[in-house]
């Protein structure tokens, strides 16, 4: 999700109206993780798609279009798309 940041700002209690920019890649199962405990199941979760979600931002992906990125390597604005 590109965008979120500038919704609901550091400390900021109320979301601000704001464009949010969803990306959704391929299909990813987890049931391999159904007898883990709770909480390695979730952290191995979350790595996987954070992993994913940098790949699919590389520049030179199969990505329809090239994030620009912060100080913090996160995408800090949408980028139109170009065909």
Do not use: C, N, Y
């Not at 883990?36 to 996987?48: H, K, T």
Request: overall charge positive.
């Amino acid at each position: 999700m590109i965008g979120t940041r500038k919704m609901l700002p550091p400390g900021s209690p109320v979301p601000r109206p704001a464009k949010i920019e969803v990306k959704i890649g391929k299909p990813m199962e987890f049931g391999h993780l159904a007898g883990d405990p709770p909480a390695r199941a979730r952290r191995i979760i979350a790595d996987e798609v954070m992993h994913s979600d940098r790949r699919a931002l590389r520049p030179g992906s199969t990505s329809t279009s090239t994030p620009q990125t912060s100080r913090s390597g996160w995408p800090s604005r949408p980028v139109p798309r170009t065909g």
